[in-house]
């Protein structure tokens, strides 16, 4: 693979404004939700990094479970609009409060279908928490009741999202620049 420097354009997001707004978003969930118990559902494989790092910073008592779509064609960089469960919880949402955690929203259609999968489980209620949202992007409305971080229409990688499933491993958010970008043959 190639190093990332050769393809970075700019640092949207640095480490440090990361943390800093998942901590404001911890503590507002934590207002919300105080009193009850939260089931986190973090939406494989992007959205694992902030999970981690945001379920540090809740404090009511939370249990977090995954879930895998898969939404684009092969080195496609776009939504396919057909989305598949590729992994489905282990445990029953009905009666309980659901917070889905996911890394990014472009067109919205993967959450959707999600959230309308979800739905028929019967949760006591169910909300979506993004760490980025394109929103000049959405086809289709999806509610966001927490975002961190609203963003043009660019390509990103690092924190949890990927070129070609590499790069998620980075610790800030960066822009694409295409041109400039192999893909792995
Ligand atoms: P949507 O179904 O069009 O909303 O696409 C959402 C999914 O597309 C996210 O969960 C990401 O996996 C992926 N995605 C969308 N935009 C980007 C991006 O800029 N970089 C990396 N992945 C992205
Ligand atoms: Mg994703």
């Known amino acids: 693979m190639q190093n990332y420097s050769n393809f970075l354009s700019e640092v949207l997001i640095t480490e440090d404004q990361l943390s800093a707004r998942i901590k404001e ?7 919300d939700y105080a009193g009850k118990e939260l089931l986190v559902i973090c939406i494989l ?10 379920v ?16 684009y064609g092969a080195g496609a960089r776009r939504s396919s609009g057909e989305v598949r469960i590729t992994l489905d919880l282990n445990t ?21 279908s999600v959230i309308d999968l979800l739905k028929t489980r ?28 609203a963003i043009e229409d660019k390509f990103v990688f690092g924190y949890g999202l990927d070129m070609d499933e590499f790069y998620r491993n980075l610790p800030f958010i960066g822009v694409v620049d295409l041109s400039k970008y192999e893909p792995p043959c």
């Open 25 to 31: 978003l911890g503590a507002e969930i934590s207002r």
């Open 45 to 54: 494989r992007g959205g694992v990094m902030f999970m981690t790092d945001l």
């Open 56 to 71: 540090r910073q809740i404090s009511v008592p939370l249990a977090f479970e995954f879930m895998a779509v898969s939404s």
């Open 92 to 112: 029953s949402i009905a009666g309980r409060h659901v917070l889905i955690v996911e890394d990014i929203i472009d067109s919205g259609r993967t959450l959707a």
């Open 122 to 149: 019967d949760p006591a209620s169910l909300y979506v928490c993004t760490l980025l949202d394109k929103v000049s992007r959405r086809e289709v409305e999806v509610p966001v009741r927490y975002r961190g971080f």
